[in-house]
């Protein structure tokens, strides 16, 4: 058991690194290892446990920024210009009431604020003091229906060929106390390359779950049907989808 966690979470790691995460990636053997163990993973690790926070005095005030380039194009560029003041988070699906929200309305919900690490698969982590509106809450406010399963959030960023990113959680993992719509991060509004306005924030899993520019939230009851079915953009390139830490 311990080996199988092992070497799913080792392989994990190197996934992002360079030609030997190339190789990995590639590699059927390697593959099937990691689709054996995610399961194993996420039932023996799962998100019952509250990721560690920090110290004020451990923030690293100069976050590195991780995945693709903030977007480029004239919807996002114009956001940027209007300091989002046009953004609209939707979030629809298997819910009881849709909403459209906007930034002010986010910003005028309850807030938590958590200093907490993340922990890029590429082999590097930062710790950041983020800010923002608790997942779980909002789930709360838009009520789910009983068909509904995972939570899937959509970006407005894309691979350079027209592939949006996206990713999604199971509702135990939507519910986390710790998984955040963060909006700020060290006491400053989250700027572009840091995902502006709005990203997720899961401290309790690798830094590829806390996806960038949401624009809209889908509830829904499977993912099986969504780009490759895997649950999220690097997942359907290989990476596992539970990336617990």
Not at 30 to 52: F, K, M
Request: one cysteine or more; proline letters at 4%.
């Amino acid at each position: 058991m311990r080996r199988r966690l092992f070497l799913a979470s080792a392989a994990s790691a190197l996934a992002g690194c360079g030609p030997i995460g190339s190789a990995l990636n590639n590699n059927d053997n390697v593959r099937r290892i990691l689709a054996s163990a995610e399961g194993l993973n996420h039932l023996l690790i799962g998100t019952r446990g509250l990721a560690r926070e920090y110290r004020e005095n451990d923030v690293d005030r100069h976050f590195r920024v991780n995945g693709f380039a903030a977007p480029s194009d004239t919807r996002y560029t114009d956001l940027v210009a209007r300091n989002f003041a046009p953004y609209r988070l939707f979030v629809e699906g298997a819910v009881e009431r849709p909403a459209i929200f906007s930034l002010a309305q986010l910003r005028r919900m309850p807030q938590q604020t958590q200093i907490t690490r993340h922990d890029c698969v590429e082999g590097w982590s930062a710790i950041g003091k983020w800010s923002g509106v608790p997942l779980g809450g909002l789930l709360d406010m838009v009520g789910l229906r009983n068909d509904a399963r995972y939570v899937v959030f959509r970006c407005m960023d894309n691979d350079g060929s027209g592939n949006l990113y996206y990713e999604s959680l199971d509702l135990h993992q939507a519910s986390h106390p710790q998984a955040l719509l963060a909006l700020r991060l060290n006491d400053a509004p989250l700027d572009p390359d840091h995902g502006a306005p709005v990203r997720l924030r899961v401290p309790t899993q690798l830094g590829y779950k806390s996806a960038k520019w949401v624009a809209r939230i889908e509830v829904v009851g499977s993912f099986a049907t969504i780009a490759g079915g895997r649950g999220g953009y690097w997942e359907d390139q290989g990476y596992e989808w539970y990336a617990g830490i």
